[in-house]
Structure formats: C-alpha cells, structure tokens
C-alpha cells in the first residue's frame, strides 16, 4: 500500500538517500568486490598528489600483466617490503623474465630506482575516493572505534528499541478500545443469529480499519519500502559479517555491525508499520465475537424445539393423509 507524499515522506526519502551516500564509499573500501575490484589501499605519502593524494582509498582491480599500458596507475609491492606502493606506468619494458613496468610518482622528479616485475603487480587503480582514509584511520583507534562505532550504534539500537515499544503500547490502547465497539455491535444485532454474525463482520471491517489508518495518516514511507530494504539488508548482512571475520578491520567490522542494526531496525519498522501485533489483538477480539454469535444461534435454533411438543401431534397411515 503506497501512502499519500508528504513533506515527512520526503525528508525520509532523502535522508535514506544521504543514509547511502555517506555508507556507500565505506562499504566499497570494506569490500571491493561490490564494485568488481579485489583490493583496498589507504594513502599515506603525497607521491601522487594531485591525482591521489593522502588520505585517500584506491581500490584495485586486479588485471594481466599483459593489459597493463603507459599511463595506467598500478598498485604493487617491492621485493622485500609489504607495504604496497601506488604510481604510473611511464614505460612498458619486455624482457627475458617477463614484461617490467618503469614507474614514477606524479609528484616526484624522477623515475623509481628499479623496475617492477609483472608479478610483483596487484592491480590497476580502478577508484579513488577521497578523504575516507582518514576516516578510517581514525576508527583503527580504540577512541575512533568507540567514537564511530560503539556509540552510534548503541543509540541507534536504543531508538529502534523505544520506537517499537511505544508502536506496542499504541497498540495496546487501541485493542484496549475495541471491545467496546463490538459489545455495541453484537447488542445492535442479537435479535437474530445473522445479525449477530453480520455485527461481527462489521468489527472486524472497523478492526482492520483502526490498523490501518495510523499508518496512512502518519505520512511515513510504504510498508512495500521497508520490505525491499530488509531484503537488500538480509541478502547483504551475511556477506558483510563473513569478510568482517575475514579481514578482522575495524572498518569491516562496522560495516558488518551497521548492516545487521539496520536489518534489525527494518524489521522493527516493519512490524510496526504492517500492524503485526494489532492483527494478533484483532485476530483474539473476532474469536470472541465468533463464540458469541454460535450461542445466539444456538438459541435460536433451541427455541422451535421447546414450543414444538405444544402443538398436537400427527401421524399419516402411509397415504398421505392425516389420521
């Protein structure tokens, strides 16, 4: 059920759209392979400013050797040292052993000392993203992680918890009301068992409207949203959970911890939104009013059999007609 546009309809759009916007470039840097690359790098030294400068994430795509060409900026690592280094390809050197790149940082004034073997390459820059590697640097501190992480996450668990137990307690108080309507409506109709059970139709019409008017007055995003949220969470919440036990980073592990908050929260507005637990207060209210309108059938159908043995009896001798 799609609900009417409203300002708050629109002030949610867009803050689920910045929601994604500011998550998005940290989910790639947590995994690359939501955009086809295999690896991640943070920045740290300015041999490659303007283009890349520190403080930056280059995720790499790996790539043959072979493809490689002057210009492209690989990602590689040095014999004997593990930190990899981010520069341009000036030259592509084919040689006994193998095709070898000649290198050299934007910033820098001349080539690097020696040249990088085909094997020593991870891959090509594919993305770079600014600024976000401080960020990520920060939330490898203990104060960055519970800064960035901890609290944030707590309050938002907090909130979801208090939001769906104030959406109990409303429902609570309008299944508190509801009986009084159906005494009145099974009173209107006791005259016979049909009116009986027409006047609990007629409750339940009035049940599943009282659930359903909260929602379309309050101008909130459609329950069929918070649907295809949850299940873009759901599918998305395992896979983050696994590379966070994977890669054990701080930043894994926060997207890992936010996708399964916010899976949790979509459920949480889910159940509130669709009226879950006013249906199982509804679902009690009709059983009553079911019970009440089998004995005023009942009755009815008990009243001929009292007045029935008033009346004389009859008996026929097999003709037809009447002794």
């Known amino acids: 059920m799609n609900l009417p546009v409203s300002l708050k309809t629109i002030a949610n759009v867009l803050g689920i759209v910045l929601l994604i916007a500011l998550v998005a470039p940290f989910a790639v840097y947590a995994v690359p392979g939501l955009v086809g690359a295999e690896y991640s790098f943070v920045v740290l030294t300015a041999s490659m400013t303007p283009a890349i400068a520190p403080g930056d994430v280059v995720i790499v795509d790996e790539r043959d050797p072979a493809a490689i060409a002057e ?34 940082g934007d910033a820098n004034g001349g080539p690097d000392a020696s040249l990088v073997p085909g094997e020593n390459v991870l891959g090509v820059v594919a993305i770079t ?10 939330t490898d501190s203990p104060l960055g992680f519970a800064a960035l992480v901890v609290v944030p996450f707590g309050l938002l668990v907090l909130s979801e918890l208090w939001t769906l137990f104030r959406a109990r307690d409303g429902n609570a ?3 508190s009301a509801a009986p009084d309507g159906d005494e009145e409506s099974a009173a209107a109709g006791a005259g016979t068992g049909a009116g009986a059970a027409g006047a609990g139709a007629g409750a339940a019409g009035a049940g599943v409207a009282t659930a359903t008017d909260p929602d379309a007055a309050s101008g909130g995003v459609s329950v069929d949203s918070v649907v295809g949220a949850g299940l873009v969470l759901a599918a998305f919440a395992p896979y983050s959970v696994y590379v966070a036990v994977q890669l054990r980073t701080a930043l894994a592990i926060t997207v890992a911890i936010a996708t399964t ?20 207060r509804s679902s009690g209210t009709g059983t009553a009013t079911e019970t009440g309108t089998v004995a005023d059938t009942g009755a009815a159908t008990d009243s001929p059999a009292v007045t029935a043995p008033d009346e004389p009896p009859m008996a026929t001798d097999g003709a037809g007609e009447v002794d």
Do not use: K
């Open 71 to 104: 210009g492209d900026v690989i990602t590689f690592v040095r014999s004997g040292n593990e930190v990899p280094v981010t520069h341009r390809v000036i030259d592509v050197v084919d040689g006994p052993a193998g095709v070898a790149f000649e290198t050299q």
């Open 129 to 138: 993203i600014p600024y976000i590697g401080y960020v990520v640097q920060f």
């Open 173 to 175: 108080t309008d299944g």
């Open 261 to 280: 908050v916010l899976l949790l929260a979509a459920l949480a507005m889910w159940a509130a939104a669709s009226g879950v637990f006013d249906r199982s």
